[in-house]
């Protein structure tokens, strides 16, 4: 009976993953590089939206002298400046990330790639570039210019193309925002926390070993 009276008791192994997690918890810095396939994608998007208007709009710039020179000025003058816009609140991002003057969860959440400033920036230039693209597309079925017919292809050309890239930002905004928010909740549903099978078969199985290994010392 006092080899029985000289068992330890059994211990519960520490939870590692959620040592390590609380610990990074406590970095400020940490928190804007959480979640890096979003932030990646985001900032890769973001880069090729700057890209896109960039160029899009100095092309239509350079060509003012045509005919059709006030549109190309509009249209190009705004896709510069949304393309100026994009890269502006990339650099800002990066800047507040630097001087590390946020120490709120939300307000990082917010401002990091990724966060909520990327979709609204996001939603934002899709609206501009689909706004540029309809009024295109207005004036190329409503304007008649005289002598010079290849004016109205040119603009409905442009005009279709802004249309399309715009719905195509907006679709794909719709489901990067649908798997965001729906991914925690399939994880949530599916985590093996909710499922009890196999602690309770584990601690079954220690008790059964523990009575028997009692019964061979007594």
């Known amino acids: 009976m006092s080899s029985i009276d000289e068992l330890p008791p059994p211990r519960a192994s ?48 350079s060509t003012t002298t045509s005919p059709s020179g006030e549109w190309r000025m509009g249209v190009g003058a705004t896709l510069c400046i949304l393309a100026l816009l994009v890269l502006l609140k990339q650099l800002l991002s990066s800047a507040i990330q630097d001087m590390q003057c946020l120490t709120r969860r939300e307000h990082i959440n917010m401002l990091k790639s990724g966060g909520l400033s990327d979709s609204l920036v996001f939603l934002v230039s899709s609206l501009v570039i689909l ?20 004016i109205l292809v040119t603009m409905h050309t442009v005009g279709v193309t802004l249309v399309v890239v715009g719905l195509v930002i907006i679709l794909g905004l719709f489901i990067f ?7 925690p ?34």
């Open 177 to 183: 925002l649908l798997v965001i928010y729906c991914r």
């Open 14 to 61: 520490p939870n590692q993953e959620r040592i390590q997690s609380d610990a990074l918890e406590e970095h400020t810095e940490l928190w804007w590089s959480r979640e890096p396939v979003k932030s990646i994608l985001c900032y890769s998007f973001s880069v090729l939206l700057i890209l896109a208007c960039g160029i899009g709009g100095i092309v239509l710039l």
């Open 131 to 150: 706004a540029c693209g309809v009024a295109l597309l207005v004036l190329s079925f409503t304007g008649d210019p005289p002598g010079y017919p290849s």
């Open 185 to 218: 909740c399939c994880s949530r549903r599916f985590s093996p926390r909710n499922i009890g099978v196999f602690s309770i078969s584990g601690q079954l199985h220690q008790r059964q070993n523990t009575t028997s290994s009692l019964a061979n010392l007594i």
